[in-house]
């Protein structure tokens, strides 16, 4: 008989462990310190036919009600480091906060991760959504994975092309639940190339002197002059992806918004517009729905301003998408994983 672990908590609130501060509770909460935990956990039977949800710090996730299943919390903080001629390997635990690796690995004097300097939650979290900012992405630096496989109930090796990154997604969000990710592995070239092609860190790191820790500095700065901490305004960063539109549609808004961004897809008669630039112009910018709104100084982040239920957000998400919708014919995917109304995770 398998005994019930130690570290569980039933009924367990999770206002603090979601950066929306949203009001949810999971009906198991479960610290995990040591990978071999999950395979003990996996033998649990009761437990390991209910849904599990790996949880890090919440900064990506709308709980529009209580989750009805075991949430996993990893407290694995571990970095090794590995150089070779070519290359600085890292290899970071789960648990480690994202911001923080940044940082050490800038002390150590190891560059390259400093383009997604100050982004929110856990190392473990980062390949879900394969994180990005200001002109660089985790998959420019991914090496590999360890994971635990809740199908096949065995640990497994993943590279870049296991996880089918792509913008803002990867097979984490394609097979949700399926995999708990324990080790990222990173690998940084020796030769460090600074990475300025986003043009507002171009222009912000014009006179400066050409560091990786100066432009940790300046992206830094960048970031808190438009993003609001969560801290002091509950928010899941943006809450939007920016979309892809085709030609023929660009052009079309083109010729009647003519300051209508775009950026490059990546991808043939695909266009990238930005999220925050409709909302904005569906008028929604500043503006509020009881007690959820988007954010004055960034359009494409949705804040509590107070006491909002994970509801009120959908709500608010559902008008901001059918404003766009009607006033461009063009439809906003929402960011972050949904876990209630909008899915049944
Ligand atoms: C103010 C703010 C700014 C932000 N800026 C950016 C940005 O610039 N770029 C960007 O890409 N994102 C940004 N985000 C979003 C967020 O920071 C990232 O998505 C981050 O990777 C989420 O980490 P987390 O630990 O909080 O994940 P959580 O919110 O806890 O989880 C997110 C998803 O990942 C899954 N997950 C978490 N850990 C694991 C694991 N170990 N194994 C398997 N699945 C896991 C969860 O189940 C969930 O589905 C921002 C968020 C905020 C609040």
Redesign the pocket.
Known sequence: MVEVPVNIIENFSLQAY??LALPAVARYFITINAMDELVELSRHYRLNTLPW?????????VFSKDYNGVIIH?ELNNIYYRVDDEAVYIHAE?GVI?DKLVQETLIKGYPGLEN?S?????V???P??????YGIELKDYFSSLL?WDRELQRFCHLDANDCCFSY?HSI??EE??R????KVVLKLPCAWRPQLQYQALNSAMIDQPLSADRIRNVVCEL?RSK????ELLP????FFKNPCINQALFSELKSLYSDLPSFAAGVADQVKVPAAWLIEQAGWRGKALGAVGMYEKQAL?LVNHGGASGDEVLELAQCVQSDVWEKFGVQLEV???IFGALTEN
């Open positions: 979601n950066s949800l790996v949880l890090g710090s919440g900064s990506n996730v990893l789960a994202w997604l100050l982004i929110p939650g856990t473990g979290a980062a879900v959504q394969n994180i990005g900012a994971a803002r984490f969000k949700p639940g995999y708990i990710i324990l970031r993003l609001p901490d969560p928010n899941a960063g943006s982040v960011e972050p994983q």
